[in-house]
């Protein structure tokens, strides 16, 4: 299995400018998760999906930050417009739940690190 | 609110002793406890995963143990190696069917083995 996958490792922007951050979860699970890790907040929960659709949205920061899963295998966090306090490590996990009362384990992608200059 | 904690912050030893890690939470009601593995600039690796009705998870050289009723999961990894050296992230999955996706993490124990 390919494991998570992320996209891009490394983007370096200015601030103002839209960032997209892309995450392929793996084939067959069914709950994406996008997460932000920074020094002095530790891993933060942004959103979570179950079969695509979002589930809970309340740890996006602000209206700057918008999350889409189109379809089973591809999910996008986009930041539009960017500022310097978003610069972060950008993590995607997927996992496999059976049912709503169970959540199978967490595999995460290597993350995306961003930049805001 | 679920509050994970990891102490020590940071621990340092010597190759071939075991090391201990241990995460504390302050909710009994979870459904299960990740342990995770995270490298300089990488993700995080999933280790051992212990459901809330089991006492104790095992691979290899790690075991896991868990006592809902006083908050702790411990982590032993037997006879270190440089190569273990990393950071240690535990994670508590909530039991409420309403948070089901809400994953509390420690801020990890940060480990260095020396030769």
């Known amino acids: 299995d390919a494991g998570v996958i992320q996209s891009p490792r490394h983007e370096v922007t200015e601030m103002g400018q839209e960032v997209t951050l892309r995450c392929k979860p793996i084939?067959?699970?069914?709950?994406l998760f996008w997460y932000r890790q920074t020094m002095m907040r530790g891993l933060e929960l942004l959103i979570y999906f179950n079969n695509n659709v979002p589930i809970d949205d309340s740890g996006m920061p602000e209206d700057r930050f918008s999350a889409k899963m189109p379809n089973a295998s591809f999910s996008t966090l986009k930041i539009q417009p960017s500022e310097p306090r978003d610069s972060a490590v950008y993590f995607c996990?997927?996992?496999?739940?059976?049912?709503?009362?169970?959540?199978?384990?967490?595999?995460f992608g290597e993350g995306s690190r961003l930049t805001v200059l | 609110k679920q509050e994970v904690t990891q102490i020590p912050a940071a621990l340092s030893v010597p190759e071939g002793e075991n090391l201990v890690l241990n995460c504390s939470f302050t909710?009994?009601?979870?459904?299960?406890l990740q342990w995770f593995r995270q490298d300089p600039g990488k993700g995080l690796t999933s280790l051992l995963l212990?459901?809330?009705?089991?006492r104790e998870q095992t691979s290899g050289r790690l075991n896991a143990s868990l006592d809902k009723s006083s908050g702790r999961s411990t982590l032993y990894i037997a006879a270190s190696q440089p190569g273990d050296s990393a950071t240690y992230l535990c994670?508590?999955?909530?039991?409420?069917?309403?948070?089901?996706?809400?994953?509390?993490f420690g801020a990890g124990t940060q480990v260095v083995v020396t030769p």
């Open positions: 909710d009994s009601a979870i459904y299960n």
């Open positions: 996990a997927s996992s496999l739940i059976r049912d709503r009362a169970y959540t199978g384990e967490l595999f």
């Open positions: 212990i459901q809330s009705s089991q």
């Open positions: 084939s067959g699970h069914n709950s």
């Open positions: 994670a508590v999955r909530p039991w409420l069917s309403d948070s089901w996706g809400k994953f509390q």
